[in-house]
């Protein structure tokens, strides 16, 4: 009996240690599965200039200049291959807001704009942003804040103003009286060159009268004929912002009898037109502004479509001409 309970106890503690020995082993750690590398973005494809829609809402077609800039960069984009979304403002604001407006819904990748005034662009020029879409400041300027805009791309129009100054300074060292013919009233232009004309005019000369002509022959000659009447005998000079409105000024005072020099013409752009003026004797400086900005706009166009860097502030080279050079370069000149 009592061998019984022993092997009874040996059997029940067999059993306990096989089933011991039977229970699964815990499971290693399952390795880490090997983490496959993140597929790295494909490098955004540079534009080229086939790539590029340029919006160019040209302020109008009121002189030979603005006739010339609008034909460089039409030029110069075909040339290139860009697409330039091109309009005509026939100088009213907001004709050239609402091209703004259409070439931002469009989606185009810049917008190059040549002002016809400094004020009340914040708005749209804000909408561009907010788009995306960097805008360059073609030829005249802008009062707007420079954070809404890439860069100014032009002329120096405070600078052109000095310009003339020295020049009138010149032509008349005893002093006299002279009349100004202003371009577009607001226009970055017509500020800056008669801020820079005031700037270095000497003390001696007397400013009797400043009126717009608006940049066109046909305004520029009635104001010289008022100007003419109502000043008759005491006109010495005149600084005329733009060549357009010395031809104009030109035929007025050709009406009144006088001659060439009678009234010491200082004028401002360097077109063919001006040229002309130089070789008959009317004109006696004329201080360049150049129109051919299609090439600088285009190229500053793609960096910026291409997030480059570039300068906040391009001028154009310019210089002054004189009668002396007129006629052996006037076949040269472009526009």
Known sequence: MKFLKVLCLLVGLAMILAVMGCGAA????????????????????????KDLTVCYPQLGAESDWRTANSASLKETAEKLGVKLVFSDAQQKQENQISAMRACIQQGVDVVALPPVVEDGWDAVLTEAKDAG????????????????????IGSDMVLEGKKSGEEMNKLLPE?????????????GAAVGRAKGFRET??????ILDSQTGNFTTAEGKPVMEAFLKK????????????????????????????KP?????????????????MIDGWVQADV??????????????????????????TLTNETVYFPDKAAELLPSRQY
């Open 175 to 187: 002093g006299g009286k002279i009349i100004e013919l202003s371009g577009t009233t607001g226009s």
């Open 261 to 277: 020099g009678d009234i010491k013409i200082v004028s401002v752009d360097g077109t063919r037109g001006g040229f002309q003026l």
């Open 133 to 152: 879409i960097p805008v360059i400041i073609v030829d005249r300027s802008v009062s707007a804040d420079k954070s809404l805009y890439a860069a100014h």
């Open 26 to 49: 815990p499971a290693a750690p399952a390795a880490p599965a090997e983490e496959k590398p993140a597929a790295e973005a494909p490098a955004k494809a540079k534009k080229e200039y």
């Open 231 to 258: 000043y008759a005998g005491e006109i010495d000079g005149a600084f005329i912002h733009n060549d357009n409105m010395a031809i104009g000024a030109v035929e007025a005072i050709k009406a009144a009898g006088l």
């Open 288 to 313: 360049e502004c150049n129109p051919l900005l299609g090439p600088q706009v285009l190229e500053m166009a793609l960096k910026l479509a291409n997030g480059e860097a570039v300068e906040p502030e």
């Open 201 to 206: 005019l000497a003390k001696n000369i007397e």
